[in-house]
Every structure is written in C-alpha cells, then in structure tokens.
C-alpha cells in the first residue's frame, strides 16, 4: 500500500503562472538564504527519514522470508526446521527501531520547516509592506484595495502553505525514487523480472494517463484563473456592471467559463481518481507472474514488501 | 453542509451509481488477500502449479473487477462534485449579481469573490473525496476486521489495541490542531483588517505622518500570524509520522506473534501476509476516517459563507415597469433623505432640487459630506429611505432599474476598466457603437491623442483593473464610456481629479457641446472645475448648506467661500 494517500492534487489553487517564472523563483530563493542552514537541516532530516522509510519493508522483508523458511522447513519435515525466533526476533527489533527513527525525523522535518516557512512569510510581508508605504498614490488610485489586500495576505498565505509542504515533499520524492532504483538492484533477478514486466506496463498505462492528466489539469488551472478572474473583476467593477446594464453579458461569460471548468475539472478529477486502481490492477498482475513463474519456489514472499 | 449538499440532487442517480460502484471496489479490494493467502498456502508451498494458474485467474478478474468498478466511480464522481461545484457557482454569481451596493458593503467585495471562488472550491473538493471516502472507509474497515478475525481471531487482538491508539492519538492531534487553525483564520483577518485601514486611510496616514505607528501595528500582526501558523504546523507535524509510526508497530507485532502462531501450527503462512495486508487496510481506512473528520468541518465553515450569500436577498425591489421618458433630461430631488443601513445618523437629509436639460448643477463638500452617497441614489445603487427621485420626470421606483441606467451614462470615482482591448472598454457604454461613435467619444473625452499612441490603438488590449494605463488615461476612457451612450443624464463622481487642469479645462468646454440636452450631475473637489455650473450644492453632513451659482455662493455663503478661498488665488475668485 502506498505510504502517500490518494494524490492529492492541489486544485484549491487559483494558480495563474507567473510572468516571469525565473525572476520569482530566484527572489523566492532570496528569502529563503538567510535560513539555509536551517533549510538544510530539513532536508537532512527529510533523507534521513526517507531512506529509513525505504530500507524499512525491505528488513520486514528479511523477517517474513525468514519466517517463510522457518514454517517451509517445519512443514517439510526438515530436521532442525522451524521458526528461529531469536533472529526473528532481532530482525523485528532493527525494524521496529527503524520506524521509530523514519516517524521521527519526519517530525523533526516538519517541525523546523514550519519555522523556516513562516518566517519568511513574515520577512515577504514586512518587505511588501515597506515597499507600500514606498508607493506613489496613484498607485492606490489606480486600483481596488481588494487587489492589494489579497496579495498582502492570501497570496503570501499561499507561499507559506506550499513552502511547508511542497518543497520538503519534492525532496522525500527524489529521494524514495532514487533509494527504490537502489533497493531494486540489491533485489533477486526475479524481482528484477517483475521490474522489467511491470515496469514497461506500468509505463505503458499510466503514462498516457499522466501526460492527459498534465492536460487536463493545467486546463482546468487555466479555467479557474479566468473564472476567478471574471469573478474579481465583475465583483469590483460591480457598480460600472449595473450602471451600463451589464448584467446578462457577464453572466453569459461566467457562464461559458464556468463550462469549461467543469469539464476540464471533470475530466483532471476522473484521470486522478483511476491512477491508483490501475496501479494496483498491474500490482496484482505482477503477483500472479512471480507466483506462476517462481511456482514452487519461495519468492512471493518477498513481493508482499512492495 | 446539508443544504449545500441539497444541491446534488439533479445528481442523485449518479451518487447512487457511485455509491454502489465504491461498493462494489471495496468488496474486490477486501477478497484480494485472502486469494493470495489461498495462493501462497495451497499453491506456492504445496508446488501446485496448475492451481497457481487457477487461483492466479480469479485474483485477475476479481481485481479487474475492482479497477473497473473503480474507473467508472471516478469517472461519476468526478461528474456529480464538479457538476455541483458548477451549479453552486453559477447561482451565487447570478444571486451575487442581484445583489445592491448596500449588499456589497454589507459583506465585503473581497469576501464576496472568496465565497463564489474558493469557498466553493473547497466544497467541491471535499465532495468528491467524500463520494470516494465515505463508502469506502466502513466498509474496508468493518469488511477488514471481520475478514481479518475469521483468519486468525488472536492475532486480531492486535489490531483490536493498535486501533484505539491510532483513533486517540489522531483525535488527540485534531484537537489541539483545530482550535489554532481558527485563531490563524482569525489572526489572518486581523491582518486583513490592519492592511486594510492602511490602504483607505493612506492619505490621512501619510499627511499626519503616521508612518511609523502603522508600521508597528502591522508587524505585530504579522507576527502574531506566524507565530500561530508556526505553532499550528507543529502540532500538525506530529500527524504523519504518528499515523505510520502506528501502522508500521502494529505489522512488527503481527509478524512477532503471528510468527508464533505459525510455528503452533495454528496458523498458515498465507494466511498471516492476508492478514498484513487486512491490517493495512483497516488502519488506512481509519485515517482515512479521521481526514473526513477534519475536511468536513472545514467543507462546513465554506458551505455556511456559501448559504449566508445565497439567503441575503437585496434590500430593495427591482419591480418598476414605467417607462423613464416623460420630461428628458431632467433630475429631481424631491426630500431625500438616506441612512446608511444600521447608521444613527442620516448620510443625506432632505435634498431637494430640480435640474433641467443642459443645465450642469455640481456638488461641492469636505470628505464624508454626502456627495458620492447623493449621486449613487440615482442610479438605485441604494435606495433612498425617504422622499422621491425622479429621472426624466419618472419616480426611479416606478421604473426598472435596467430602464432607469439605460438613461444614465455613469463615471464613477474610481476608474474601473475591463480586461479587453480600449474599444471593448468604451463599447462597454453601447455595445453595437459604430467607429464613428467610439471616435466622437473618445475625442470629447481627450481620449484620442493617447489611443492613437497606444499599439494597436483601439484595439490596444487593458490588463485587469488597467493596470497598464494611467490614473488619468483610466479616467478618461471610462468618461468616454459613458459619452457614447448619449443618455439624458450624466452623473460624474469627482471623474476629473486625476486630470491636469489644462486637459480638465478642455474636457469640460467639450463636454459642454456634447450635453446640450442632458442634465449633468457633477461631483468636484475643484472649485475651479465647478465655477461655470448653472447650479452648486453646497454639502455638509448631508446637508444642503448652500445653493446658487459660483457668484452667488461666494457673495453669501460661508462654507462655500472657505473652499474657494483655499484653492483659488484673489484675482481667480474676482
């Protein structure tokens, strides 16, 4: 089973892509300087975790294998068969030890990223801020208050949240993928045919599935910019609506918008539901391979650490 | 969250539909491991091929079955949550647009955008997990349990005490958690609060030099806010990791005493994995549980702004049906008097005056003296609390709205553009306007020199809000906006402060032309810009302390003199 839940995708997001993605992401990267060392300790701790995450089934692996053999060899009459509890025993022991130190330096992780992830949102506050009271009026003239309110505080709330999850996520991802590559080629050549069988497989359904998820997700981003977009505008502009008789045309155009949302919502929410499914389809699939290929051999045992 | 959730009932079948699919996927979920076991005992130790084969094929179809019934559940799903994120959106902007002035201050423009964007986003989000959660996770958990017990009952014990200590220390975390989400949400709006004083008081802040005060109250916001959003994810932190800290123990134990029952032979080795895997499956559940917990509130404080908006009915009907053409080009103020709602004080009392066709009469006054209040009575944005208004001779009651604005041509304060090209923007006024119009508009308003500048010229696309014009430019686009629609009446709320007074003076000796046989309504802070007017409205706490011409106001009232005292030079007033 999946240690991550079902996916998640962040459509709370009214995302509208930055202009100048580059620029951002470096004045991003400016804040979070004077914290790296801070920032570094979470990453360490996020590896550390990760790693002991990985290394974990592969140890209750060991345990069950040798549990198997113990049960295998009793059943089989072999003389001094039978379960050998004491290297059970300790092999638990390791792993027991082993999540014990995951859970904790996934705590630790968290713990001091929401420190470094809400002190800089405090430092991009104080700076916009300054920076306001820097402002020419016409400045505040030229626009609704609303516009400069909801930079202030939602889309600064925004980087805080997305600072504190995302960013260690994207390292404990690397991470699980690089330790699984490894795990893999410290495994059995049968595993390794399971890899080279599911793997294609996998590929060959969920890619397709990804790259229409990419699509349709992005369009739906894409819809509930404009959407919200109509939305401020209409709001803020309420007034002008009215007084020129607007009424029915901008309901017409949420209208439209409002389709196209719903469709490609639709569509990113049922593509993001039916990856999971499939997974497990071709898991299973996989199972039966090894059980019929290994057949009277003892290697299935091993797979249920997947 | 119930009345919200009404809204599903167009999708009633579909929800059925997902209901029993989930069902049905849970079911080939929850067989899967005992197939396995069935697998590994009779097949694998035994070397009995053919019966890998055998058993092998059921585990396919029934996990065919499963992903199957799981694709459709998504896809429905997927179809009844947005198809209902869709409808509720669509009802509140058609209910928000119904909506008067008075309703837009009463709960905020900005909130009002929050409740009709993310507010319902946030619903739709948790409908969907709650039609793919809300099946699944009692059925895994009870399907999990039982089928777990029937294959080893006292290995169960385990789960029995593992459970409750996954559920305390969940609801343990929840409880400390959710009370500090709600001081976030509140200290959040504390800053809103301190931002938003500082940007509509921004000139009073800086002509008294408040700077630094400000800058205090704001960083103790600020960091008030971090402070509790930092002590909010560290209590959070502890979720994850103590969820599978749990998890992971409580396969440990499994294996350790399950070991113990194999090695009595009271229990199989196929049959212990069946039972890791249940394991796993009921404790997921119960998170899954315990995430419902926390998302359906936080759904229900959505769902509550949502309905709050949908209750709120305007104040005032739109139930006119006269026609507004009796005596064009004339405004009447017959006793008008208005109170902010909840307000002790009236806002306007007893207004009267009566202007004709080509007649310009202005309203002048100190900040908070009613001008901007008086001209938003015209085109109903509130509604007057007593006494009559009439537009070309009609009673604005006896009339629909639609049909009174449609005599109206509006220039607000603020220069509100919409994102489309400058054409679009003027269009705004009268929407099937030949060039020819958009032209004559645009050169009345002292518009044309910069369009033709612009790239594109007309069809020089506006960023949102304008953000690409200036304060002056914005202006006169939006006066161009109302020109072209040559109503009888033009309102101009204080429409030429962020003009030069060069261009200021040309606008108005254009406009004079062009408003022959309209009346028009003028608020200024100028005197200058009022000078030449048939009529001024001296306004004090909304009163009428003065009314006549430039001459006569100067010769005889107080208030007036004071302002044009201020602003123009001796030989000016002379």
């Known amino acids: 089973m999946s240690q991550m839940g079902p996916p998640r995708p962040g459509a709370s997001m009214p995302a509208e892509k930055a202009k100048d993605f580059k620029g951002t992401f470096r004045r991003l990267v400016s804040y979070l300087k004077p914290r790296w060392k801070k920032l570094a300790a979470v990453f360490a701790v996020a590896i550390l975790s990760t790693v002991f995450a990985i290394v974990g089934p592969k140890i209750m692996g060991m345990a069950i294998t040798e549990l198997f053999e113990g049960a295998y060899g009793q059943l089989q009459g072999v003389p001094g068969g039978g379960i050998d509890f004491g290297v059970i025993g300790q092999i638990l022991a390791v792993l027991a030890g082993l999540y014990v130190f995951s859970s904790l330096f996934s705590y630790l992780q968290q713990y001091m990223m929401s420190t470094v992830a809400q002190d800089t949102v405090y430092d991009l506050r104080q700076d916009v801020n300054k920076k306001l009271e820097k402002l020419p009026l016409e400045y505040f003239d030229g626009r609704p208050n609303g516009e400069t309110l909801s930079r202030m505080t939602n889309d600064i709330d925004t980087i805080g949240s997305t600072l504190q999850q995302s960013l260690t996520q994207f390292i404990t991802s690397i991470v699980t993928l690089v330790g699984i590559l490894v795990m893999m080629l410290t495994i059995s050549p049968l595993l390794t045919l399971i890899a080279v069988v599911s793997l294609p497989l996998s590929l060959f359904v969920i890619g397709p599935i990804l790259k229409r998820s990419q699509k349709y997700f992005s369009s739906q981003q894409k819809n509930l910019g404009r959407l919200n977009g109509h939305v401020e505008e209409m709001y803020t502009g309420h007034q002008v609506v009215k007084a020129f008789g607007h009424e029915a045309k901008s309901n017409e155009q949420f209208d439209a918008v409002n389709e196209e949302l719903y469709n490609a919502g639709r569509k990113a929410q049922f593509i993001s539901g039916i990856i999971m499914p499939m997974m497990s389809l071709i ?24 | 969250m119930i009345k919200i959730l009404k809204n599903l009932s167009p999708y009633k079948w579909i929800v059925l539909g997902v209901v029993a699919l989930v069902f049905a996927q849970s079911m080939a979920e929850l067989f899967l491991p005992t197939l396995m076991a069935d697998i590994i005992d009779n097949g694998v130790v035994q070397g009995n091929i053919p019966y890998i084969w055998r058993i092998g094929g059921w585990m396919l179809l029934v996990s065919a079955i499963g992903a199957i019934a799981a694709v459709f559940a998504s896809y429905y799903s997927a179809k009844a949550a947005m198809g209902l994120g869709r409808d509720l959106r669509q009802k509140v902007f058609k209910h928000v647009g119904q909506f008067s002035l008075q309703e837009f201050d009463e709960v905020g423009t900005a909130s009002l955008i929050t409740r009709t964007t993310n507010d319902i ?124 800290l749990v998890m992971n123990m409580t396969v440990v134990a499994v294996i350790w005493f399950g070991g113990i029952r194999i090695s009595n032979g009271a229990m199989q080795i196929g049959d212990l994995m069946a039972f890791i895997q249940y394991v796993m499956m009921i404790m997921f559940a119960l998170v899954m549980a315990s995430f419902m917990f926390v998302m359906i509130p936080r759904a229900a404080v959505s769902a509550k702004r949502i309905n709050e908006v949908l209750e709120m009915q305007p104040a005032f009907k739109d139930d006119g049906t006269e026609k507004a053409d009796r005596e064009r080009g004339t405004l009447e103020f017959e006793d008008v008097t208005f109170y902010y709602p909840g307000a002790s004080e009236p806002a306007l009392s007893h207004i009267s005056f009566t202007a004709k066709p080509g007649e310009i009469t202005a ?5 908070g003296s009613g001008k901007s209040t008086l001209v938003n009575l015209v085109p109903r944005f509130y509604e007057a609390t007593s006494g009559t208004i009439r537009v070309n001779g009609v009673d604005i009651r006896e009339a629909s709205q639609q049909e009174i604005r449609s005599k109206i041509g509006f220039v607000p304060q603020k220069s509100i553009l919409f994102t489309g090209t400058i054409a679009d923007n003027i269009r705004f006024g009268k929407q099937e306007a030949s060039q020819a119009e958009l032209d004559q508009a645009a050169s009345v308003a002292q518009a044309q020199e910069f369009i033709n500048r612009m790239e594109g010229s007309y069809a020089a696309q ?38 030069d007074y060069k261009t200021d003076a040309k606008l108005r000796k254009a406009l004079k032309n062009e408003t022959k046989n309209a009346t028009v ?40 003199r004071e302002i044009a005292l201020s602003q123009l030079s001796e030989e000016e007033i002379a």
Do not use: C, W
């Not at chain 2, 309203?363 to 900040?367: A, E, F, H, M, V």
């Not at chain 2, 608020?523 to 007017?533: N, Y």
């Open chain 1, 283 to 306: 898991g299973n699939l996989s199972y039966v391979l090894i059980s019929i290929v290994g057949g009277g051999a003892r290697y299935p045992a091993r797979h249920f650490n997947r």
């Open chain 2, 121 to 244: 986003t946030q619903v739709q989000q948790v409908v969907i997990m709650m039609l793919r959660m809300v099946i699944s996770a009692p059925v895994m958990l009870v399907g999990g349990l039982i089928l777990a017990i029937s294959k080893d009952a006292r290995l169960s014990l385990v789960i029995i005490g593992a459970m409750p200590i996954l559920a305390v220390s969940i609801l343990l975390i929840l409880k400390y958690g959710m009370p500090l989400f709600q001081q976030v949400q509140k200290q959040l709006d504390g800053l809103n609060l301190v931002v938003r004083e500082n940007l509509t008081g921004i000139r009073v802040i800086r002509a008294f030099n408040r700077e630094t005060e400000e800058k205090a109250r704001m960083q103790k916001a600020n960091r008030e806010l971090a402070d509790v959003s930092i002590k909010v994810n560290k209590v959070m932190a502890f979720l994850m990791p103590v969820m599978m």
């Open chain 2, 363 to 367: 309203l002048i006054g100190g900040t």
């Open chain 2, 462 to 499: 506006i960023e949102q809000g304008g953000s690409n014009l200036s304060g002056g430019q914005k202006q006169r686009l939006s006066i161009a906006r109302a020109l072209i629609r040559k109503p009888d009446l033009y309102i101009f709320d204080d429409s030429f402060s962020a003009l």
């Open chain 2, 521 to 560: 309504l003028l608020v200024a802070q100028r005197v200058s810009t009022v000078v030449d007017a048939d009529r001024i409205l001296v306004l004090e706490k909304g009163r009428v302390v003065g009314m006549g011409t430039h001459d006569e106001l100067l010769e005889s009232n107080e208030v007036y």
